[in-house]
């Protein structure tokens, strides 16, 4: 009998055992369950967001091109010339929104060619300091230059830098004496994104029509602008619309911040910014330049460049074989450890400046 109960209980210890690791695996499942439901509520929030604001994506991608920046300000700066300028720097010109511009130039104070130069980063990133380098190299040349500091998106939409940029120009010919600026050898410049506005000043200064459909007063006459430095711009907004993958999420996110609306590309925004429509005969003479590795340079510059010329624009180009190696990527012109062909694009560049400004 002793023996029997000894079994019995053994049985009992066994069930006990197993009752436990089930409600165990119970409560883990349960832990799980319950973890799942949290990301699958954080997913769909994230994703209505995502779909209701472009700010959290701007943001993210704000953060990568301010590391790119800074490399590209790491890569020029070797190659700034040591010597003494003279320089103008946070000066308000009257854009609102706290936006301020720098002159730098060579001492001497007498009115010198004079170069304006707008930033890119896809509108909704970068800082009037990421030229500045490249602005010292082209200033130690003989010629007076501008880093202008404009409002990006989400902050501010657009139009709010086009008029910003023509306040500059009205601010710089107001102040020129003082500047050691000639106002009637004025180039607009810009990158990527900079390089976009500066032809829609470009084009407004120069396309009374255009400047009509803005409602802008252009600050300056024709004449004045004697030349546009285009380098990796976005000319043609139609051309972009059909992008895919990482790149295209990411223009149609920028694009979205910078206008204000998804329906940007059925909207004005989308069609006022495509300066490849508007640039007429009177256009500035014209130095344009992309990367062979650069798909704007095959969806933009190139079509932009031969668009111009259509229309009797006196254009400059510097491209490079698609199969050209190394493949230069977006902005290479600021890659100077990098490679030798952001020198020759440097130079270039002086070279079309003296033409112009001569």
Known sequence: MAERAGTANGVGGDTDEQEAKHLRRHRRLRRLGWTLAIIVAIVAVVTV???????????????????????????????????????????????????????????????????????????????KANVEPYLRMIAAE???????????????????????????????????????????????????????????????TTNPDYAGLLDVTPALEPDQLVG????????????????????????????????????????????????????????????????NGDGLTWLQSIPMSQRLQERGVEVTTLFWPADHEPALPHEYQFHMTKFEEAHVALQQTLDFLADVTK
């Not at 959290?56 to 300028?85: C, N, T, W």
């Not at 008029?163 to 050691?180: C, M, S």
């Not at 149609?252 to 004005?268: E, F, H, K």
């Open 228 to 291: 546009t430095v285009l380098n990796c711009g976005v000319y043609d907004l139609d051309n972009m619309t059909g992008l895919d993958g990482l790149v295209g999420w990411g223009f149609q996110v920028a694009l979205w911040a910078y206008t204000g609306t998804q329906d940007w590309s059925v909207s004005a925004p989308g069609s006022l910014m495509s300066t490849i429509d508007f640039a007429n005969a009177d256009f500035p003479k014209t130095f344009i330049t992309g990367g």
């Open 142 to 204: 003989g010629y007076t230059t501008v880093a202008l500091g404009y409002s990006i998106a989400p902050e501010q939409i657009y139009p709010t830098a086009v008029g910003q940029a023509n306040d500059a120009l009205a601010y710089l010919e107001a102040n020129a004496d003082e500047l050691g600026i000639d106002p009637d050898r004025i180039v607009l410049a810009g990158d990527s994104a900079g390089s976009q506005l500066a032809s829609q000043v470009a084009a407004l």
């Open 49 to 127: 967001v995502l779909r209701l604001t472009p700010w959290p994506s701007a943001l993210l991608i704000r953060a990568v091109f301010e590391q790119g920046a800074k490399e590209s300000i790491a890569q020029m700066q070797p190659y700034v010339p040591d010597i003494e300028y003279d320089e103008h720097l946070d000066l308000d010109y009257g854009g609102g929104h706290g936006q301020t511009l720098d002159v730098i130039g060579l001492p001497g104070g007498e009115a010198k060619p004079t170069v304006v130069w707008i930033h890119g980063g896809a509108w909704i990133s970068g800082a």
